[in-house]
């Protein structure tokens, strides 16, 4: 297709459409069970590992096969690929849908992980082949708006379905939508390739970067199962009881180091004995491409860590329903809606860097504000102005941030680039859910226990379970956490229900306030998080101008 085919025709933006829907299924889901975690936990009596690994396992695997699914599309069909992503996807997602134990869930999770790897890098790659000089850059503001939004939406939806029926139609909602997308994309969605590519796939390279990202994960997830430096007493790996000193959590880190080392060293050997590779390492050379891409793994780490962490407060240290909870985080989406129709002309007016930046810097501004007006007393109508603000700050970053990042990569190269940009932007997330997860579950466990020693009438033996109950469940057994304790005292010789009541009351008291601690921290690191992207971007080069890439488009290389 030339580059007047491409712009002439009609079918494009109706692709688009159901190009975004797909997008927004896969990150919604990232999202939506957020809001029913703690429903989950209590129901599945998930351990806050499981919980972290629910969430976690879904961008992991989406992270660890981005850059293959980019490859294999633009070997053999994006359209192709995309269609079967979106089945695959479906699939897991009435498995999810089924799951009675936390093990089956997981696995769900990891299934829909390799479905959206399917999806995301040939959305990409189709966008950037099919749109050209400022359409593109408006195809880019709908992509992005529409997952900023819905990123904020899928927590709404999912606190409604847990509400008003249960958990498992968080998952089941997702049916409707893939049916929708698989007609849409088979009526509109032309089949792209890239024509110049060599035949024959880097399996070398998916094996060493699959294994390695994993062990990484692994690490960040279980160190405070296993322990981060020393093993906890009586620890099993893989059902094996294990028998060292030292924690399994170091071996994985060291065998995460040595593997993505090996994948590097593998991939630039097979690029200059001009191999197939799945890493081109000249991607890296070009400056908006890895500058941005850092920038988006740093960003994602704190935006998808906090998105985790939240609900987990909103429900456990506020008591909220998961509908109150997807209410509340509904402004989220608001602020991103609404000013992702404003983005275009703020890009003409600051240029796309200026509007990352300053969509970053409202970001942090937010997670400031909310890290320090937290606590049980304040009114919500303060969170949902924070959280307005953070959601208009997504609304400009996003978007503009995958334009700045693809804006020079040749068309032939879109699917690994599409592919590599959105592998950091899932190891962000990943990364983000394990580190902040294990920092609010770690600070909440400790503040709690510290809490107990103020607390009269609450026998010693008692207090350690108390505490791991709190830690077990990330904080889901709050709300209930008073009625244990006084059902326990009542049982006690010599204990009053008077006193069985305060000693309960105090408890509570103790547990939300750790709570809220332990959140504020989570938060503050969040905002530090994406800080740090902020200060990435200074590195990103100036961007041309959408007329500038007008006149200089070419014919879209790879395309037929």
């Given at each position: 297709?030339?580059?007047?085919?491409?712009?002439?025709?009609p079918?494009?933006w109706?692709?688009?459409?159901?190009?975004?829907?797909?997008?927004?299924?896969?990150?919604?889901?990232a999202t939506?069970?957020?809001?029913?975690v703690?429903?989950?936990?209590?129901d599945?009596?998930?351990?806050?590992?499981?919980?972290?690994?629910?969430n976690?396992i879904?961008?992991?695997v989406?992270?660890?096969?981005?850059?293959?699914?980019?490859?294999?599309?633009?070997?053999?069909?994006?359209?192709?690929?995309?269609?079967i992503?979106?089945?695959?996807?479906?699939?897991?997602?009435?498995?999810?849908?089924?799951?009675?134990?936390?093990?089956t869930?997981?696995?769900?999770?990891l299934?829909?992980?390799?479905?959206?790897?399917m999806?995301?890098p040939?959305?990409l790659?189709?966008?950037?082949?099919?749109f050209?000089?400022?359409?593109?850059?408006?195809?880019f503001?709908v992509?992005g708006?529409?997952?900023?939004?819905?990123?904020a939406v899928?927590?709404?939806?999912?606190g409604?379905?847990?509400?008003?029926f249960?958990?498992?139609w968080a998952?089941?909602?997702?049916?409707?939508v893939v049916?929708?997308?698989?007609i849409?994309?088979?009526m509109?969605?032309?089949?792209?390739?890239?024509?110049?590519?060599?035949?024959?796939?880097?399996?070398a390279g998916?094996?060493?970067?699959?294994?390695?990202?994993?062990?990484?994960?692994?690490?960040?997830?279980?160190?405070?199962?296993y322990?981060?430096?020393?093993?906890?007493e009586g620890?099993?790996?893989?059902?094996v009881?294990?028998?060292?000193?030292?924690s399994?959590?170091?071996?994985?880190?060291?065998?995460?180091?040595?593997?993505?080392?090996?994948?590097?060293l593998?991939e630039?050997?097979?690029?200059?004995?001009?191999?197939?590779?799945?890493?081109d390492?000249?991607?890296?050379?070009i400056?908006?491409?890895?500058?941005?891409?850092?920038?988006?793994?740093?960003?994602?780490l704190?935006?998808?860590?906090l998105?985790?962490?939240l609900?987990?407060f909103l429900?456990g240290?506020?008591?909220?329903s998961a509908?109150?909870?997807?209410i509340?985080?509904?402004?989220?989406?608001?602020g991103?809606f609404?000013i992702s129709?404003?983005?275009?002309?703020?890009?003409r007016r600051?240029?796309?860097?200026?509007?990352?930046?300053l969509?970053?810097?409202?970001?942090?501004?937010?997670?400031?504000?909310?890290?320090?007006?937290?606590?049980?007393?304040?009114?919500?109508?303060?969170?949902a102005?924070w959280?307005?603000?953070?959601?208009?700050?997504?609304?400009?970053?996003?978007?503009?941030?995958?334009?700045?990042?693809l804006?020079?990569?040749?068309?032939?190269q879109?699917?690994?680039?599409?592919g590599?940009?959105?592998?950091?932007?899932?190891?962000?997330?990943a990364i983000?859910i394990?580190i902040?997860?294990?920092?609010l579950v770690?600070?909440?466990?400790?503040?709690?226990?510290s809490?107990?020693?103020?607390?009269?009438?609450?026998?010693?033996?008692?207090?350690s379970?108390l505490?791991?109950?709190?830690?077990?469940?990330?904080?889901?057994?709050i709300?209930?956490?008073?009625a244990?304790?006084?059902?326990?005292l009542t049982?006690?010789p010599?204990?009053?229900?008077e006193?069985?009541a305060e000693?309960?009351?105090d408890?509570q008291?103790?547990?939300e306030?750790?709570m809220v601690?332990?959140?504020?921290?989570t938060?503050?690191?969040a905002?530090?998080?994406?800080?740090?992207?902020l200060?990435?971007?200074?590195?990103?080069p100036?961007?041309?101008?959408?007329?500038?890439?007008?006149?200089?488009?070419?014919?879209?290389?790879g395309?037929?």
């Amino acid at each position: 297709m030339s580059t007047e085919q491409v712009t002439a025709d009609p079918r494009r933006w109706k692709a688009l459409a159901f190009i975004s829907l797909a997008v927004s299924l896969i990150i919604m889901d990232a999202t939506v069970v957020n809001v029913a975690v703690p429903t989950i936990i209590q129901d599945l009596g998930l351990t806050a590992s499981d919980a972290e690994w629910m969430n976690s396992i879904y961008a992991l695997v989406f992270a660890a096969l981005l850059i293959t699914a980019g490859r294999v599309g633009d070997l053999y069909g994006r359209k192709k690929l995309f269609i079967i992503g979106v089945v695959v996807f479906g699939i897991a997602s009435v498995l999810a849908a089924l799951s009675d134990t936390a093990s089956t869930l997981i696995f769900a999770r990891l299934i829909q992980g390799v479905g959206g790897a399917m999806i995301m890098p040939t959305a990409l790659s189709s966008i950037n082949t099919l749109f050209v000089g400022r359409e593109r850059g408006i195809a880019f503001a709908v992509w992005g708006g529409t997952i900023g939004g819905m990123a904020a939406v899928g927590p709404l939806v999912g606190g409604w379905l847990t509400t008003a029926f249960s958990w498992h139609w968080a998952f089941l909602i997702n049916v409707p939508v893939v049916i929708i997308v698989l007609i849409g994309a088979g009526m509109f969605l032309r089949e792209t390739r890239d024509v110049h590519a060599r035949r024959g796939l880097d399996f070398a390279g998916i094996l060493l970067s699959s294994i390695g990202l994993a062990a990484f994960v692994f690490g960040l997830i279980e160190g405070l199962r296993y322990g981060w430096w020393e093993a906890k007493e009586g620890i099993e790996v893989l059902g094996v009881p294990w028998g060292l000193e030292v924690s399994p959590v170091p071996f994985a880190f060291a065998l995460a180091i040595i593997l993505l080392t090996i994948f590097v060293l593998v991939e630039r050997a097979r690029g200059r004995a001009d191999k197939p590779v799945l890493l081109d390492l000249s991607l890296l050379h070009i400056r908006s491409f890895s500058f941005g891409s850092i920038a988006a793994l740093v960003v994602s780490l704190g935006e998808f860590g906090l998105l985790y962490a939240l609900p987990l407060f909103l429900q456990g240290g506020l008591g909220l329903s998961a509908l109150d909870t997807g209410i509340l985080i509904v402004w989220l989406a608001l602020g991103t809606f609404i000013i992702s129709a404003r983005t275009p002309a703020l890009t003409r007016r600051l240029g796309a860097r200026g509007v990352v930046r300053l969509g970053l810097a409202l970001e942090v501004i937010a997670i400031i504000g909310l890290g320090v007006t937290i606590s049980l007393d304040t009114n919500t109508w303060v969170y949902a102005g924070w959280l307005f603000l953070y959601g208009a700050g997504v609304g400009m970053a996003t978007a503009q941030l995958t334009s700045v990042i693809l804006i020079d990569v040749p068309v032939q190269q879109s699917g690994q680039a599409s592919g590599l940009q959105s592998t950091f932007r899932q190891v962000g997330s990943a990364i983000g859910i394990a580190i902040l997860g294990s920092l609010l579950v770690t600070s909440l466990g400790s503040m709690f226990s510290s809490a107990l020693d103020d607390v009269d009438g609450i026998p010693q033996e008692s207090r350690s379970g108390l505490v791991t109950a709190i830690e077990e469940s990330a904080g889901a057994a709050i709300p209930e956490i008073s009625a244990v304790v006084e059902d326990q005292l009542t049982q006690v010789p010599g204990v009053s229900p008077e006193a069985a009541a305060e000693a309960a009351n105090d408890v509570q008291r103790a547990a939300e306030q750790s709570m809220v601690s332990a959140a504020r921290i989570t938060m503050l690191s969040a905002a530090g998080v994406v800080f740090l992207g902020l200060l990435a971007t200074f590195a990103l080069p100036r961007v041309r101008s959408d007329e500038d890439e007008a006149e200089t488009a070419t014919t879209p290389a790879g395309s037929d």
